[in-house]
């Protein structure tokens, strides 16, 4: 080869190079001044076994804004524990200047009925179309243990706010690019707290023993309908409803044994309200991200697989315009590197990561998997969708507006035009109704107030004076009235099952109807004169009376979540005083009875509360649980008079230690006989009963990996019972009769009919109250809150 042709081939080496490179580093010289992550954090974000801090995070946002007129920084809150809540906004500094007219343009195109009528309102909607710019949102960090996400949002604002890159000034131009770099601070604390405490010892890379977020740990990406988290009104109120992005691209971390990315489609079913536009705008936009990431030559790509679009709860922006583009990056152990072979690799629902298919591809063949390679997958991940959003910006507000031009298509005649939630004087319900009222108002919903003379009510004058009946209305012809269908309207779960019969699991729960787990009855109108209501503050109403308690709450070593939900409700409510959390050495060690009340055990499973963290998974001060002793000091407590109240799995704990003549009957059952993933059920009442005093005859129960009792009266010779069956109170039962499915999906109900869901049980002077459901579910089951204070006080 001559030294010509050896200069030929070298160059056209270097140019196959250049257009192979990942997407996600700049190809050119970047603007001078801007600093980079590490100039702030010391290391470089993806780094094998470095964590930030999240005032570390906030600082290089600080210094972003300061160096970069690309660039603003806010701080819109306080979170949970007080650390800043923050948004970046990142576009060309001409786009910055005019946010207020965007704003304007993103509002209008939301709600068409500001642009007037008929073909006068698309010629408008034509020109903010042609003016506008495409607005994703990108949020990181709500699971703190997923560090991929929060570390690559700084990597994602660096190459924003320094390259020259045409494809960067393109997106810049094209876009408006709002960016939560945690939706959960305090977890990042958390986290990397645990992480540097225990690296460099046998517990590196596992997960902290606390929750991290404070209240909710994992479910705080469940509270997208309820609103009830400090964290989640901010993003929604102060972004979502001031921005209305057509995109919201949610980066998330799974497990480490299946694919390395997940991107939509999402798998069968999809939540029947949700636009057919939004299906569209996530089909396309997530099939062309895996095609464009395969082309690069990444590994391991799943689409239409693992996760649903089934639930409110995880997807507000699927009922407010925006497509949801959910990633799912394979972890590492926090930010330690792991090392898996070929045939580890395991399947979930919808494809098999050992074996190539049409949602599948190419395979991962294994090896040392690291935080690198997550900050790797999640940039290029994140500026393909921006790329997208900037090359087909008209095309995502044409179809942004089509959505709100569908919804407030006015209602044919006859057909189903609003949802009246009614409103007594003193009624029992009334407190639930105007909680339910404030969902639907913080989600972007006109509300009107009539009373019973049609005549408008200023929804001001209800807390200060005597009414008459009134109807909270609810008009079906408005923007994001998909919202109002999905929380209102109980809707029964497909049932899917694979070629052998057996149920295809859901990704998350299969019920979301607030108005049955508020116990709210929501009337449908077909017919009715609405008139628009000026918007006011919310109303507050207290209801309810009862003699405060002091209360405790078992604290498992091992988080339990429910734990989370039930500390942040005692504290809402206060309806108890003295809440107290009892972690397993204060009860093992601790004379309960002259300290509390009554003592509640949280949903846990009953092996995780009595022997806690196997051996050698945690330090030894962590593993044990309650053990022998904490048992024997409860047993002490109830029967020197206390109350101790299990939820849900946690009754299964007391069943067993405690020797009480009752029985699981749906323990141990396959799938194919019964199974009930997340739903809600009907029950029946003895209302006599001191646990179920001033309630409806018919209640209902979150029910989810739920026992159900029997009561074993005649006990078999030689048992060792503690208690005799007569000590034991059914106070709630599935229906005799009657279907016990409310919303969701129930298989094997006939086997749960006439069995026992609440259970009251003596045990010396004081008592057990065994709660087969969770009645405090995610602070959104107000409708059995009663019984849940009644057990704890008493019924008095």
Known sequence: MNRRTLVLVVLLIGLVCLCVQDLSKPTESAVQGIPAPEAVLGFKPGDDRKLASWNQVVEYFERLDRASDRVTFQVLGKSTMQKPFVLATISAPENLARLEEYKVIQGQLADPRKLGTGASRDRKAAELVRRGKTIVLITCGIHSTEVGSYLSSMLIAHRLASSNEPEIQNILQNTIILLVPSLNPDGVDVVKNWYDKTLGTPYEGTDPPELYHKYTGH?????????????????????????????????????????????????????????????????????????????????????????????????YSHYHGGVRILSETASAKIATPITLKFDQLTSREGYNPQKESANFGPLWRGGEWKLRDITNYMTTAAFLLLRHASENRQQWLRRFYEIGKEAVRPIRSGSLAAYALPISPNGSQNFRRFQLAGILARAGLDLKFFDDKGRRVNPLSLSNRPFERVEIIVPLDQPYSAFARAVLEPIRYPDLRDASGHPIPPYDATAHALSLLMGVNVHKATTLQLRKLSPGRPIVFQARSFSPVRVGVYKSSQPSIDRGWTQWLLEQERETKDVKLLPDELIRSKELKSDFDSIIVPDQQ???????????????????????????????????????????????????????????VVAGLPRTEFYVPGSILRIELDTTHPIAQSMPKESIAWAEESPVFEVMENPATGSEYSVPASAVKVVAWYPRVSDPLLSGWLLGGNRIKGKAALLEVKMGKGRVVLFGFRPQYRAQSLATYPLFFNALSGGS
């Open 219 to 315: 479910d705080n990406n469940r509270d997208w309908y309820a609103f009830t988290q400090v964290e989640t009104q901010i993003t929604v109120d102060k972004i979502h409803k001031v921005w209305h992005p057509q995109i919201v691209h949610d980066i998330h971390q799974q497990g480490a044994m299946g694919s390395r990315l997940f991107l939509p489609p999402y798998m069968q079913p999809v939540e029947p309200n949700v636009p057919k536009q939004i299906v569209e705008g996530y089909t396309e936009l997530g099939n062309w991200m895996a095609r464009e990431m395969r082309a690069k030559g990444f590994q391991g790509i799943t689409t239409n697989s693992t996760y649903d679009a089934w639930s409110p709860s995880r997807a």
């Open 606 to 664: 009953a092996r995780t509360i009595l022997s806690g963290y196997r051996q050698g998974a945690m330090p030894p001060e962590l593993t044990g649980g309650l053990g022998p002793e904490g048992v024997k000091a409860l047993r002490e407590y109830i029967e020197s008079g206390g109350t101790v109240v299990f939820l849900n799995r946690a009754s299964d704990f007391a069943i067993e230690q405690f020797k009480l003549p009752i029985k699981n």
